[in-house]
């Protein structure tokens, strides 16, 4: 019923920037939130970031390890959910996938409904 596509990611040096989009399609009215999560080689894939797609403003929750270097916004009208991410760090590489939910507020990946297929962030050192 919906359907996520990732794009953006790329190769960067430390210290460089990055903004991933998502957009989603189908029956976008029925989701509350969208968020970001990551995997590395080797890794259980991890929380990044989410917002409220309903609440005015937008509510947002990140991860400590993101939190002042990442933002994560809304355009609703283009159903599509934005992560800039900024001063890049090595261990920030993973594949990085949008998910959505029919709930607001989730943090668990199992709280999640719709997942993208991921696209690849890589930052060199």
């Known amino acids: 019923q919906v359907r996520l596509v990732e794009s953006g990611g790329g190769l960067v040096q430390a210290g460089g920037s990055l903004r991933l989009s998502c957009v989603a399609s189908g029956r976008t009215a029925s989701l509350y939130s969208m968020g970001w999560f990551r995997q590395a080689p080797g890794k259980e894939r991890e929380f990044v970031a989410n917002i409220n797609l309903k609440r005015s403003g937008g509510s947002t929750y990140y991860a400590d390890s993101v939190k002042g270097r990442f933002t994560i916004s809304r355009d609703n009208a283009k159903n599509t959910v934005y992560l800039q991410m900024n001063s890049l760090k090595p261990e920030d590489t993973a594949v990085y996938s949008c998910?959505?939910?029919?709930?607001?507020?989730?943090?668990?990946?199992?709280?999640?409904?719709?997942w993208g297929q991921g696209t690849q962030v890589t930052v060199s050192s």
């Open positions: 998910a959505a939910s029919i709930v607001a507020g989730p943090r668990n990946l199992v709280e999640y409904d719709y």
